[in-house]
């Protein structure tokens, strides 16, 4: 007999920032968040297109993340782009912290997801910001990647 969580697979992916950023480290951290705000990340209804990470008094806190309110929530509903800490352990916050005050990096949400004890997950990483002409090339490897696929398979 399978679990509930197991039916309802939430993989809410951030794919401009993929394409906008070359990305380096990824961590995995949770997320502290109020009883309305899993229960709409459990419908799937996020965005994590603007989101950023920023450190705050030490602490990492990720911005701009929109979660839609619960529809069947009372008064109690939360704030749809509030901040939310992130929970990681000291090592990874210093090395983060140490790493994003170098100039052109940044810490952005990749992913956002429900892991198998039924915990909100979100995977960030540390992205450097991609120039035009980066973009270009990105695309064009893309291109001839699946050109040889093509070939190998046809």
Request: charged content about 35%; proline content about 1%.
């Amino acid at each position: 007999m399978k679990n509930k969580k197991d039916t309802n697979i939430i993989n809410i992916q951030n794919k401009t920032a993929r394409r906008e950023y070359e990305l380096m480290d990824k961590y995995v951290a949770g997320m502290v968040l109020v009883g309305t705000e899993i229960k709409s990340i459990r419908e799937g209804k996020v965005n994590l297109k603007d989101g950023f990470c920023t450190f705050i008094k030490g602490e990492l806190w990720v911005r701009q993340i929109h979660i839609s309110p619960y529809k069947y929530g009372t008064h109690y509903n939360h704030e749809e782009t509030r901040d939310r800490k992130l929970l990681l352990n000291k090592q990874e916050l210093a090395k983060l912290d140490k790493k994003s005050n170098e100039k052109g990096l940044t810490i952005i949400p990749l992913r956002l997801f429900i892991n198998n004890k039924g915990l909100a997950k979100i995977e960030i990483a540390l992205g450097k910001g991609k120039k035009l002409h980066d973009k270009r090339d990105s695309l064009k490897k893309k291109d001839s990647d699946r050109q040889l696929k093509e070939m190998r398979l046809g």
